[in-house]
């Protein structure tokens, strides 16, 4: 959550061509299950899905269909002080949510049916990304990420970007400002780990 994982299904719907996706965010493994099959690819988009990756691979062992997973990353502090539309003036995600997706994330990213995305890269090289997994789906593209608010997203929820723009490098560092110096310390005090974290996922040296 507050990774990117909205802006790249958006990127997505918009530019690939024959994906379903959903307005909303659904689980993947119903979804799986019973969906129609009327495009060459479906996805689903849900940040607590992380914690459900082997039950899709399971259903899909024995099925002719291929899956695979897109996990977003972006700097822990600015996951720790982003805010989202629907709770104006309060930090999105807290500590233990945060450490929770992140133990998932250690124990998937290495797999070879999982590609990870930054979030800095995708707002700053977009079309780099649309490189990157137009070779690990074998997708046909329409057209490139960066102009991906061209395409029809009327069926789209936005709410989670704050509104629909294109990628947006500002959103990089938003932690530095003065106003999440209480919020940074906060986060320093219950989660002591986090400079080696940073260090560790290389947002720091």
């Not at 539309?85 to 500590?95: K, M």
């Not at 994330?105 to 590609?115: K, N, T």
Request: proline share 6%.
């Amino acid at each position: 959550p507050r990774a990117g994982s909205t802006l790249l299904q958006l990127m997505i719907t918009s530019c690939v061509e024959g994906v379903k996706t959903f307005a909303k965010e659904h689980n993947a493994l119903p979804c799986a299950m019973n969906a129609w099959r009327n495009h060459t690819y479906m996805m689903t988009k849900r940040p607590n899905d992380i914690f459900r990756v082997d039950e899709v691979r399971d259903y899909y062992a024995d099925k002719s269909a291929n899956v695979r997973f897109l996990l977003t990353l972006r700097d822990p502090r600015d996951v720790l002080v982003s805010q989202h539309s629907n709770r104006p003036g309060q930090s999105y995600v807290d500590f233990s949510r945060w450490n929770d997706i992140y133990q998932c994330f250690q124990d998937l990213s290495g797999d070879h049916d999982v590609r990870v995305v930054r979030f800095e890269e995708l707002v700053t090289n977009p079309n780099k990304v649309q490189h990157e997994l137009t070779q690990f789906m074998d997708w046909t593209t329409v057209r490139p990420f960066s102009e991906y608010a061209e395409g029809d997203l009327s069926r789209q929820k936005t709410t989670a970007l704050n509104g629909l723009r294109p990628p947006d490098s500002s959103a990089i560092a938003r932690w530095r400002n003065p106003k999440h110096y209480a919020r940074l310390r906060e986060c320093l005090s219950e989660m002591p780990q986090l400079p080696q974290l940073l260090i560790d996922l290389d947002y720091e040296s």
